[in-house]
């Protein structure tokens, strides 16, 4: 009896044209953002908005370093900014 063993188990799917489901919503939630700004500002502090905004929003998005997400190493960098640390000295003894 042979078994097909799944391969490429850890790429995720495109879902949406070739953007992953987390991709998408990150592109989603920056079109939106944008939106708004739209509408809210007058056209000339808009373009000095928009930039940034969409810079940000792709680069959450679609950029990788290592292979690892640049959305993850936020996550990261936020959880280590708000978690408390605790540094214990312990000198050495000698014997």
Known sequence: MRFQVP????TEE???????LKQFIFIAIGGALLFL??????PTIF???????GA???GLALLKI???PIYLYLYYFLNYLVNPRRYIYSPKKDS
Do not use: M, S
Not at 14 to 20: A, R, Y
Not at 37 to 42: A, D, E
């Open 7 to 10: 391969q490429f188990i850890e």
């Open 14 to 20: 495109k879902i949406i044209g070739p953007f992953t």
């Open 37 to 42: 700004i739209f509408f809210i500002t007058p």
């Open 47 to 53: 373009l000095f908005i928009a930039i940034p905004v």
């Open 56 to 58: 940000i929003f792709l």
């Open 66 to 68: 290592d292979d690892i």
